[in-house]
């Protein structure tokens, strides 16, 4: 199993400024993934993060936007840069050691 | 991964069994089918995954069709705990970690 804490759990930005949320996890783990939850969908991968690599991000999402940070086996950090309102989310970080995903309880960023 | 698809929503009495269906008809040999939850303002939750036999655990069985085109996961004895939206999800088992693909879910309400 693995114990996710996110920091922090809600937030209210100021467009135009950045977030920076970070995952720590209490094992070892080889990826973490980040995803978001915009307010009444379902979640939608941005990206993987290796440690000693550059993150692997999916389609519609760009390293200016949400960059990662994996400095170590148990820590990774996402940004969310130069923020408008469409960035208001739920923003979670995720890692899968065996067979099952363990998901933190999520950063809930509103932006006004 | 093969796309699944899940009825929007289903209501449950307390106590009866929820049956919760998915279509993934484009499975591939080496996909498995998981199944999570996620409980309001929650990051989700593993519930089961299986590959083509029936599984079971403490919180629910797995059915999958002999053609593995389509499951169910049944909820034994649903509780108003278990609202939640549920997510059927089909992936490959790679080392470190999935990222998964979910879809809409399905919105089961338990009601006394």
């Known amino acids: 199993s693995a114990v996710i804490s996110q920091k922090p759990s809600r937030d209210i930005c100021q467009r135009g400024t950045s977030l920076t949320i970070q995952c720590q996890v209490d094992?070892?783990?080889?990826?973490m993934f980040w995803y978001r939850q915009q307010p009444g969908q379902s979640l939608t991968l941005i990206a993987t993060?290796?440690?000693?690599?550059?993150?692997?991000?999916e389609s519609g999402f760009v390293i200016d936007k949400f960059p990662i940070s994996r400095p170590n086996l148990t820590f990774s950090t996402l940004t969310v840069s130069n923020m408008s309102p469409e960035d208001s989310s739920i923003y979670l970080c995720?890692?899968?050691?065996?067979?099952?995903?363990?998901f933190g309880q999520g950063t809930r960023l509103t932006v006004v | 991964d093969a796309k699944t698809t899940q009825p929007t929503s289903m209501d449950c009495a307390e106590g009866r069994a929820a049956n919760l269906p998915c279509n993934h008809s484009?499975?591939?040999?080496?996909?498995?089918v998981y199944w999570y939850r996620q409980i309001h303002s929650q990051g989700p939750q593993y519930i089961i995954h299986?590959?083509?036999n029936n599984e079971t655990n403490e919180m629910a069985s797995l059915i999958i069709t002999e053609d593995r085109k389509s499951s169910t996961l049944i909820l034994p004895h649903a509780t108003l705990r278990d609202t939640a939206v549920y997510y059927c999800?089909?992936?490959?088992?790679?080392?470190?970690?999935?990222?998964?693909?979910f879809g809409t879910g399905t919105q089961l309400k338990v009601e006394l």
């Open positions: 999800i089909v992936s490959i088992i790679t080392g470190g970690g999935n990222k998964l693909t």
């Open positions: 993060a290796n440690q000693g690599s550059e993150a692997t991000y």
């Open positions: 094992s070892q783990v080889t990826m």
């Open positions: 484009t499975i591939s040999g080496n996909e498995y």
């Open positions: 995720s890692v899968e050691p065996g067979h099952e995903a363990f």
């Open positions: 299986g590959l083509k």
